[in-house]
């Protein structure tokens, strides 16, 4: 037995290992003693080493170890005798049996129907509606229920033995030549099929399961196994016999699912999985024989059937192309399209297009093999310009056009575009994969992998296959032909395959293995691009973006280099984006935000594409900004947009990121970043679809997601956690947009000079950034931050460096932008932030103390604008806090301000706290501000003060020159012409002195002076 491996958690011995050990015990007890039989209750605790999911816990040395000892426990489970078995063993009549096999169903036991007794006991209640009716419903849901029960740790292999129990008294009623109930007519066994696929959509539905695409699936390699029964004599050959058992299953079949998408979804991805596990072992393809059996499953939903053939060497149906266009895009044709490229024989060569024209009496006939064969060559010089017979290409199918004999003219054609890569010949692959694995790469970064080594070894067969594979069975495929199916995906498992793994999402997503790394997650994100695993990546930068499509600091990362060349596009895009805000993620339109404020800094002035005038960011942001805000604040979104969609997706992400995982234990920053991750990935499947496809998705996904925790009930472990979101809770849009009212400023402040050639061409460059004040964008501000206080104060470890409350973020951003507008605030709210601020600010989370340091600098810059029960309050407040360094830079500036405005009682506190933080970037002003006050309150206290500062920086190293600029700059611009003379005297004194005499600095202060009109 192997030990839990390095990486895993602390329970994987508990979890994982001592379970395997107890069974390998049983198993050997039974594989030592041959004579010894084991009676079971549980057919779940026998059969398997362990729960799904744990063996990947231990160390595993080499697979043959765990095949070796998985091998030991199904040997021993021949004899595990479990209790429905034994009462078949004992009670010989079938008719009794079924009797106490129904008490077992009704208590619950999973395996306690089998086929024959779900067939037999069907034709019992015939007349009762069937297996439709309310006592056998009451029955198999007693039947079903450890297949439903959250969190058991046998549903899946329950499930697994439903669906396999289910299709097996399909294939019986069909294919078995000794059916259980040899009299059922063809209506009755259609009826019998109708109702155990029902049953099992409902099963799925419950257990969030894929359990129906498993029974599909299943359904479907049965009928290739027994193949002889769709096929009859023909001379020398075989022929398809259209009333034989396998074409009037699958004729039931492919009649369930009618107009319903989810069912024909189902029914698609059974066809893929079948299809990629006929294939499995057979490196030139199944037998054709096999092949065109499967076939079955494709034919019946194939639009525009017209009938089969009466040979078994032509085509099993012909279609006519539907407005000139042969679609090879639906999941069943799809597929085979997608695998049969490398296969020695085609069983598409059985599909074929029938065209007629009113001058030939004959009709023209092409072979969807044909059709792919014809398909455009690519050119082996990549600069050599692409085929013309290309009609449209993107990174799922390539449209082409194919000439046909006159007077027939042409067709075209849809085609998964890797099925024409891989039928090319090896020296034109390398330029379908170029362009590919960048179309492809943000979707599936399995995918680019592959196409990147095939553009390097286009010959390499076995990459090839793997490519054929991986693109038949890809989940945006089938995300994109039902993106409800997102939701059963982590647990989905067909003909036998694991289910989905961890590394499998990281793989599509382009991230590396393992946990994400610590540190912050802008600079991981740069060095990812700079030289990390998507340096040498063409799409790196699409990468990045999508990436950092997060709320939070996240969406301002590189926000000046995202302007690029293509200026004019960009701001287009990004006011757009705000205009339909419903649509977008709160991400986007966070990064929206900060891309157009960034904008209006560097080149306000746009010309906007299919305008006839230039328009100044600077005049139209703050109206947008507001109209954004209010949009979102105050709105109720239909039901099918992002807006009402964004937050139980996210939740339907979590859950199947948590599902991967489990049941190991899963990192709350790894977690929530792979949840980000999935839902920007499933954002972009969703645009690509039609606007009423992808408005069904987000409904149908958002329906079925799990519910967010209700208010007071669980706290979020994360503010970025989508079981917090909620409207009435903490809503994530609104506080994203706000983030970024607030991160903006930032980034701008932070901005380098523009280069002269970004501030040149159109408009005119800036670097001084104009303020986005306006009276309707304080108003909604002072709205949102009037609300009471919602959720807790949480951090997150996703980038979220700012306030938890929704109501604090918008008084954050208000104090950003118009920081004088605090005083508009009521004095409930005022007091609220104020009594708010943290006893021990060293200590908090950083979005309360960033709030708290905006809140303190308002206050010491417009103190006259508050009442002095406020500003008593916060002297205050600052007073009893724990010391230390931020405590002492709030007091300062408090104080500072306080002093300025008239409050002289606070002098020696004051200049006792200058002192102190003499070298820290506060002290100029708060210099100034006390000479400000010592002029209106103490004139003669001005030069002993200005004496005393200065002499004390200089003595602890400090840096004199910003203090003489700040204090006594300000000073010489004093309303008292006493305090004026005096601040130009001291300067005076002071240039013929180092370090000012040289200083560049002063020299321009005194100049600014003396073209005021008073010579210093």
Not at 4 to 14: F, I, K, N
Not at 726 to 754: K, S, T
């Amino acid at each position: 037995m192997p030990e839990p491996r390095s990486q895993a958690g602390p329970l994987a011995r508990e979890l994982a290992r001592e379970p395997i050990e107890e069974a390998l015990r049983y198993a050997g007890a039974l594989l030592d003693n041959p004579s010894w039989t084991r009676l079971t209750a549980d057919f779940f605790g026998g059969n398997t080493i362990a729960a799904p999911g744990l063996t990947t816990e231990l160390a595993w040395e080499r697979p043959e170890q765990y095949l070796e000892l998985s091998g030991r426990v199904g040997l021993a489970a021949k004899r595990h005798v479990h209790l429905p078995a034994l009462v078949r063993a004992l009670v010989p009549d079938p008719e009794k049996a079924d009797e106490r096999l129904l008490l077992l169903a009704e208590l619950g036991f999973v395996d306690a129907l089998g086929p024959a007794e779900l067939g037999r006991l069907e034709r019992r209640w015939r007349d009762g509606g069937a297996l439709d009716g309310a006592e056998p419903d009451r029955i198999l849901r007693h039947l079903e229920w450890m297949a439903v029960e959250p969190g058991h740790a046998g549903a899946e292999v329950a499930q697994l033995r439903i669906a396999s129990a289910y299709e097996r008294c399909i294939t019986s009623a069909y294919l078995d030549p000794k059916p259980a109930v040899p009299s059922r007519s063809h209506a009755e066994a259609r009826a019998l099929t109708h109702a155990l696929l029902g049953r099992l959509e409902r099963l799925g539905r419950l257990a969030v399961s894929a359990v129906l695409d498993q029974a599909l699936t299943l359904l479907a390699l049965r009928t290739v196994e027994q193949w002889q029964r769709a096929w009859t004599p023909a001379g020398e050959g075989l022929r398809l016999d259209e009333h034989s058992p396998g074409p009037r299953l699958w004729g039931a079949v492919a009649a369930w699912p009618g107009l319903d998408g989810s069912r024909r979804a189902a029914y698609g991805r059974a066809a893929r999985a079948a299809w990629i596990a006929v294939e499995a072992g057979a490196e030139e393809g199944p037998p054709l024989l096999l092949a065109r059996t499967l076939m079955l499953t494709t034919r019946p939903l194939s639009s525009g059937a017209q009938g089969a053939t009466a040979d078994g060497n032509s085509a099993l149906w012909t279609t006519a192309p539907v407005r000139g266009l042969v679609w090879l895009l639906d999941p069943e044709i799809e597929a085979v399209a997608l695998l049969s490229a490398r296969w020695k024989e085609q069983p598409i060569e059985s599909l074929e297009v029938t065209l007629v024209h009113p001058d030939r009496k004959e009709p023209l006939r092409r072979t969807y093999a044909d059709l792919l064969a014809r398909a455009p060559s690519a050119p082996v010089d990549p600069s050599a310009p692409a085929d013309p017979n290309i009609v449209a290409l993107d990174e799922r199918a390539c449209a082409y056009r194919v000439s046909l004999p006159e007077p027939f003219g042409e067709v075209r054609v849809a085609a998964p575009v890797e099925a024409l890569l891989l039928r090319a010949p090896p020296e034109q692959r390398p330029w379908w994969a170029r362009g590919l694995k960048v179309a492809q790469g943000i979707h599936d970064g399995g995918a680019y992998e592959l196409l990147d080594a095939i553009e390097q070894d286009p010959a390499d067969g076995e990459r090839t296959r793997v490519l054929a594979r991986r693109a038949a069975g890809a989940l945006w495929r089938q995300v994109r032909d039902h993106p409800a199916f997102l939701r059963v995906w982590a647990g989905a498992r067909t003909a036998g395959e694991l289910r989905p793994s961890v590394d499998e999402l990281r793989a599509i997503l382009s991230e590396p293995p393992g946990p994400l790394a610590e540190g912050d997650l802008g600079a991981l994100l740069l060095d990812r691009v700079r030289r990390g695993c998507w340096s040498k990546r063409p799409d790196r930068l699409a990468l990045l973006l999508q990436a950092s499509e997060i709320p939070g600091a996240l969406a301002a990362l590189a926000a000046d280099t995202r302007l690029g060349s293509n200026y004019e596009k960009r701001v287009a895009d990004a006011l757009d984006c705000l205009v339909r805000a419903d649509e977008q993620p709160a991400a986007r339109l966070a990064r929206a935000v900060v891309l157009l404020r960034v904008a209006a800094a560097r080149q306000p002035l746009v010309h906007l594409p299919g305008q006839a005038w230039s328009i100044d960011l600077r005049d139209i942001l703050p109206e947008h900004f507001a109209r954004l805000l209010d949009g979102i604040a105050s709105g109720s979104p239909a039901r099918d947009t992002m807006a009402a969609c964004e937050a139980p997706l996210l939740r339907l992400c979590a859950d199947a990121v948590g599902r991967l995982f489990s049941p190991k234990p899963l990192l709350v920053r790894d977690g929530l970043w792979l949840t980000y991750r999935l839902f920007q990935w499933l954002c972009a499947q969703l645009e690509t679809l039609a606007p009423d496809a992808r408005r069904a998705g987000m409904l149908a996904l958002a329906d079925s997601a799990p519910g967010a925790f209700p208010a007071g009930s669980i706290a979020p472990r994360d503010r970025l956690d989508p079981f917090g979101f909620d409207r009435d809770i903490f809503d994530h849009r609104l506080a994203a947009v706000l983030h970024a009212l607030c991160a903006m400023q930032e980034v701008v402040l932070a901005l380098p000079p523009a280069p002269p050639e970004e501030s040149a061409g159109v408009g005119h460059g800036t670097t001084s950034p104009a303020s986005m004040a306006s009276e309707a964008l304080a108003r909604c501000l002072l709205e949102i931050a009037e609300r009471e206080p919602g959720t807790p104060d949480v951090g997150s470890v996703l980038s979220w460096e700012a306030p938890a409350d929704v109501p604090d973020l918008a008084l954050q951003a208000l104090l950003w932008i118009e920081p004088e507008s605090l005083s508009r605030l009521s004095a409930s709210a005022q007091r609220r932030r104020i009594d708010a601020l943290p006893v021990e600010p060293d200590a908090g989370l950083a979005g309360s103390r960033r709030l708290g340091e905006l809140l303190v600098l308002a206050v010491a810059d417009h103190p006259a604008l508050f009442a002095p029960e406020q500003r008593a309050a916060l002297e205050s407040r600052l007073r009893a806090m724990k010391d230390g360094p931020i405590a002492r830079r709030w007091r300062l500036a408090v104080w500072a301000g306080l002093f300025a405005a008239g409050e002289q009682r606070l002098g020696a506190d004051l200049r006792a706290l200058l002192l102190e933080q003499i070298s820290e970037d506060a002290a100029p002003v708060a210099f100034a501000r006390l000479l400000e006050g010592l002029a209106a309150g103490d004139p003669g206290q001005v030069e002993p003060v200005v004496a005393s500062v200065l002499a004390e920086a200089r003595a602890r190293g400090a840096r004199l020159v910003p203090l003489a600029i700040t204090g006594l700059g300000r000073l010489a611009l004093h309303r008292d012409a006493g305090a004026r003379a005096a601040g130009r005297r001291m300067l005076a004194a002071l240039v013929a002195e180092p370090p000012f005499r040289d200083d560049p600095d002063m020299a321009g202060l005194l100049q600014f002076l003396k073209q005021a009109g008073d010579a210093a």
